[in-house]
Structure formats: structure tokens, C-alpha cells
């Protein structure tokens, strides 16, 4: 029966998003426009939604009031309330590492003079981490669409059939495959860069595959879907306050590093370290619950 969920709550959340993209490439539709934008945005709920008609469909219940299933209570005590400000925290954080080592690979790339903001912005770019933690906030009540289809429902049905390592690895694979069709019409990596759409799909599944385990984990340790919305949300609209000191001359920015995902591919890494931090801590975890359960 876990298994039939899945599968249904995977065909439930791919066919509005993949046939409403689908169908609007195939008309014509362009990425940089008012439509995509619709998509992008209806996408966000197609999870939740693909979770109220598995749960009906399977007759699988909503849970209960000492059971509640998507996690949507916030508890601030016994420390939790750490957990949810990482949440806002660790992608300003991880994002702003992966910048700084970039920089670090190719110095050339780096301007001090904070070439993409007006002037009358350059002795304020310290308060944009601020701004994001504040359209984090707002914007989380779109992730939430997400986080409750992926972590309070894929996440721990894989979990129970594969435990937690392979449930982020084969979780990360179908969240980043639900991004496919976006990918391929422009979304994060735009069009024309070198391996295009592949490069792209392989450089993203990565990225989802470690960023979903850093989900999980919060997830489990606050017992809140609030909190990966909360996390999703500072990610998706805060990229990095040293984005800011990014050269905008060609001539500085290796050709490479223009036409192909390997920007981000070193941005990325990061975010990995720290996915790969979290699925040992889960690993860790689940082995002392087996063992605790053996005694």
C-alpha cells in the first residue's frame, strides 16, 4: 500500500505540472513572461493538492489531533525555536560560502565596487540580508505548498521502505525530475549554456538530492513542515549578499563559467557538505532507534 502511495502521489503532482508547462511551451510561451510565472506559482500548490487526493484516494485519513500528519503546528519550545531560525539562517549563509569560493577559484570575477547596484544602494547592501529574511518570511507560504507534498508525505513514505539515506537520495531525484520541464524552458540556468538541458537537469538534481536532506532533517528535528518552508523560501529569494560583487564584464567572467551550469555547480557545493552532514545525522539517528528497538 506505501508503494501504490507513492506512485500516486507522484503521478498526482507531475501531471498538472509537467502538462501545464508542456502545453504552454508547446504554444508558444516564452520563460521571461507573466504566464511562466503563473505556472511557476500554481506549481508550488500542485503538491499539497496531489496529498489531499492521495490521502482521499487510498483512503489513507488525515491523522489526528495527538497524530497530526502535516506537521503544520509550530513549537518554539525545548530549544526548537534555534532550529526554525537555521531555517531562515543556513541558506543566506551556504549561498554566501559558495559566492566567496568562486571568487576564491576565479579572483578576476570579484568587484569591489558593487558593479550591479545604483549608487544610492551601495552603502546599503548590507541590509539585504535583512530584506531576505523578510520576503522569506512572506514567501514562505508559497513553499509551504511544496514542503508539504515532499516532506510530509514522499520523504517519510520512502523513508519507511528504504530508510533515510536512500529515501533523500531517491526523494532528491524526483523533486529535481518535477523541476525538469521549467529547467528546460529557462529556470535557473537560462538558455544556450554548453550540455543545455542536460547539464542543467544533472547540475539541479544534485542540488535537490542534498538541499532535500537538509529539508528532511529540519523537518524531523522541529516536527514542522513550517520550518522547510521557512528554509525553501529564504533559499529560493535570497541568493547571496556577495552576488552583489560579481563583475559584470564578459572579459572577467571565464567564458566557461558563462555558457554552463558550473556557476552554480560551485555555489552549490556548500549546500552539499552540509546535506551530507545532515544524511549522516539521520542515518545516526535510525540506527540508534533500531537498536533501542532490539534491546
Known amino acids: 500500500m506505501t508503494k501504490k502511495?507513492?506512485?500516486?502521489?507522484i503521478l498526482?503532482?507531475?501531471l498538472p505540472v509537467w502538462g501545464m508547462t508542456i502545453l504552454y511551451m508547446?504554444?508558444?510561451g516564452k520563460y521571461e513572461s507573466n504566464g511562466m510565472n503563473l505556472i511557476l506559482t500554481l506549481s508550488m500548490i500542485c503538491p499539497v493538492i496531489a496529498v489531499?487526493?492521495?490521502r482521499l484516494f487510498t483512503k489513507e485519513g488525515f491523522g489526528s489531533k495527538e497524530n497530526p500528519v502535516?506537521?503544520?503546528?509550530?513549537d518554539l519550545s525545548k530549544g526548537k525555536w534555534i532550529w526554525f531560525l537555521a531555517a531562515f539562517l543556513l541558506p543566506i549563509f551556504y549561498s554566501d560560502l559558495g559566492i566567496g569560493l568562486f571568487y576564491l577559484l576565479f579572483p578576476k570575477s570579484f568587484d569591489g565596487s558593487l558593479p550591479g547596484l545604483m549608487k544610492e544602494?551601495?552603502?546599503v547592501w548590507w541590509m539585504f540580508p535583512i530584506s531576505g529574511i523578510t520576503n522569506a518570511l512572506v514567501f514562505s507560504f508559497g513553499a509551504l505548498g511544496e514542503e508539504i507534498g515532499w516532506r510530509t508525505y514522499l520523504y517519510p513514505k520512502l523513508e519507511e521502505l528504504f530508510g533515510s539515506t536512500k529515501a533523500i537520495i531517491f526523494g532528491g531525484i524526483i523533486w529535481g525530475v518535477w523541476h525538469y520541464p521549467a529547467i528546460y524552458m529557462g529556470h535557473n540556468f537560462g538558455r544556450g549554456y554548453l550540455g543545455e538541458p542536460f547539464s542543467g537537469f544533472f547540475v539541479f538534481t544534485i542540488f535537490t538530492i542534498f538541499v532535500g536532506a537538509c529539508l528532511h532533517y529540519i523537518t524531523k528535528k522541529t516536527k514542522s513542515v513550517w520550518a522547510a518552508a521557512f528554509?525553501?523560501?529564504?533559499n529560493n529569494v535570497f541568493f547571496g549578499n556577495t552576488l552583489l560583487f560579481m563583475a559584470l564584464s564578459k572579459e572577467r567572467v571565464p567564458k566557461l563559467v558563462q555558457e554552463s551550469p558550473v556557476f552554480l555547480a560551485i555555489v552549490f557545493i556548500p549546500v552539499c557538505i552540509l546535506g551530507i552532514v545532515c544524511m549522516?545525522?539521520?542515518n545516526k539517528e535510525e540506527k540508534s532507534l533500531k537498536n533501542k528497538g532490539n534491546l
Open 5 to 9: 502511495r507513492i506512485l500516486v502521489y
Open 12 to 14: 498526482l503532482s507531475f
Open 26 to 28: 508547446l504554444c508558444g
Open 52 to 54: 489531499i487526493g492521495t
Open 70 to 74: 502535516m506537521l503544520l503546528g509550530i
Open 121 to 123: 544602494l551601495r552603502e
Open 231 to 234: 528554509f525553501h523560501a529564504s
Open 280 to 282: 549522516i545525522c539521520l
